[in-house]
């Protein structure tokens, strides 16, 4: 098995990027976003990878880190998540925001993953809430009754943003409308 691949970037795109190594050149199949514009051809990159084998197909997954690889790893045990489905997912939740997903039971953040209906994310909370705190035992869940959190999704954010904007209010103020507009303001400075 290959866990880990360490080499120059040849080049990337939208959910890949090509690793080379002493001549030879691996196309890593990534989550979407982990390669930036800012890292340039020629840059190391340090990958953590899951090999899968299905059929005649070798295909190299990789992650900024082992626990989105156990993640991934994990999501593919499932009844009807294959590798590029898992990818998705990966690319829409990062390890904490998946975590809060499945202990809040929250489905409907699940759905709105390309490829996923409400039976897949069902299945996936349902077969995930076991094992989600083993993969990540120190990840903060958030309060599904957090409104600043409602607020923010429900206007469009994404789980992440609406997670890093949150974490980066003052503590200082427990009124939910001084919370919401710091973290919109947060958010308008990114």
């Given at each position: 098995m290959i866990s880990g691949i360490e080499g120059d970037i040849q080049s990337f795109g939208d959910g890949y990027v090509d690793v080379s190594i002493s001549g030879i050149t691996f196309r890593v199949n990534i989550p979407n976003g982990l390669i930036s514009d800012s890292e340039t051809i020629g840059t190391s990159v340090s990958l953590s990878t899951s090999l899968q084998i299905r059929q005649d197909n070798?295909?190299?997954y990789g992650f900024n880190s082992s626990a989105m690889r156990d993640f991934f790893e994990t999501l593919i045990t499932i009844n009807g998540v294959g590798p590029r489905l898992a990818l998705?997912?990966?690319s829409v939740f990062d390890s904490e925001t998946l975590?809060?997903?499945v202990e809040t039971e929250d489905s409907d953040?699940?759905?709105?993953v390309p490829g996923v209906g409400k039976r897949t994310a069902n299945r996936i909370i349902l077969e995930l809430k076991g094992k989600i705190e083993q993969l990540n035992p120190d990840a903060q869940i958030l309060s599904p009754d957090d409104d600043v959190f409602n607020s923010l999704t429900a206007l469009g954010y994404s789980i992440q943003e609406a997670r890093e904007a949150i974490r980066n209010v003052p503590d200082q103020s427990s009124n939910t409308e001084v919370k919401l507009r710091a973290a919109l303001q947060f958010l308008n400075s990114q």
């Open positions: 070798l295909s190299i998705a997912i990966l975590h809060t997903v953040s699940l759905i709105r």
